[in-house]
């Protein structure tokens, strides 16, 4: 009988989806966090059940090929998974994921290494902290809403470290409460850094239940304004229980309501409810990738679907005779028509709504496109959405994704529908996690 407390030592033979080792324990698997495939570890059983088990790593009895020292002193924290794991190796998990991902629908195509990071630390652009009584301020651990104060984080941009100090010392001095997520109490939920490291500019948004009073408020503007970069202090008003971590109502406190980033030579306003790719550095490598694979000669007609900020529509209308960007945000909207203008780009236009109902509205008024780039949330493309693609068959789809499973059940079913797919390159855009950004090149058969 196996019991907690237990030692036992494991053959490690797989990964979660989260990046937990997986052994077999009396046929039944045990999952042990930052434990790698191949390796023999032993191991204290911290929970017992009839289907499964967890257990801590005590040692390392035998260490794979890939194995190196943890970097992070914060051990009970939720994030960067793969941390005990290189960089060569990490990037070659990545690809056999996507890999997997695309055998497992019967695809079979051309996989480019994946574009990793030589440097892949303090690669985020935004920081997201949430605030519980005490103050803490930090990250939630693993599958809790524990807070873990890890204020040296090393994929970080350095500056949210002292964001953070700044408004914990705040709050203290002027007895600003944290929210309490149980009782509904209190006024600080979350702060939310958003650094443009390209261009210097920072923006931090305070998210509260209710306003603070009008002292405090200026309070906080004058120990933050001298925060290097500030451009814009905001104050988010989320008075709803629940895990959204930002309400819907902006209060600009400090500065401008967006900060402007630079990619690639183009400029990008970015407000706090925009979607904007987290790390710049790799942003800049995927978007060269869709480019390269949109094989544009200049006179063609291109939708970038899911849109955003209209980061890909610019990076494309540099090479097209006409983008039009498709996203379902109204900031978004708002933000991409502005960046349009700022960069001079005349040939872009946006809609507001979901792709798969804008897309074949503008089909019925008798618009198509040679090249199409499709960047989806994790849940993939609806299913009318792909279906007006595959009537309207653009020369090339271009299939940004962040989720291969999903790319790879849309990718099989247009590959049924008249499409080829030519090649697929796996990004790092989250190095030390089990993400995976991929883009891929489908053709019309
Ligand atoms: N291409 C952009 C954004 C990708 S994230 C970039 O690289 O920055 C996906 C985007 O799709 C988000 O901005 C989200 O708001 C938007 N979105 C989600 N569902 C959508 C839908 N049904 N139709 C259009 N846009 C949608």
Redesign the pocket.
Known sequence: MLKPGQLVSVSIHSLTDKGDGIATLEGRPLYVERALPGERVEVSLTLVKPNYCHGSLLRVEQAASGRSEDFCPYTACGGCQLRVMDNGAQLALKRRLLLDALQATGLDCPVAETLGMAEPYHYRNKAQYAVQPGPYIGFYAKHSHQLVEADRCRVQAPVTAEVVQRVRGWMRQCAVPAYNEATGDGVVRHIMVRDGVNSGELMVVLVVAEPPAEPALEQLVAGLRSLAGLASLILNLNPKPGNRVLGPENRVLWGREAIVDRLDGLQFSISPL????VNPRQ?EA??REAVRLAGLSGDEVVF??????G??ALFMARQAHRVIG????PE?IADARANAERNGLANVEFHL????Q?VPALYAEGLKADVV?L???RKGC?QVLLETLVEMRPARLVY?S?NPKTLARDLAWLTDHGFVLEQATPVDMFPHTMHVETVALLTRK
Do not use: R, W
């Open positions: 925009s979607f904007y790719q942003t995927l978007y970038d679907l899911y849109c955003g900020i980061t890909i498709v996203e379902l945000v978004a709504g979901a792709a798969e804008v780039v960047d989806p949330p609806d940004v962040c």
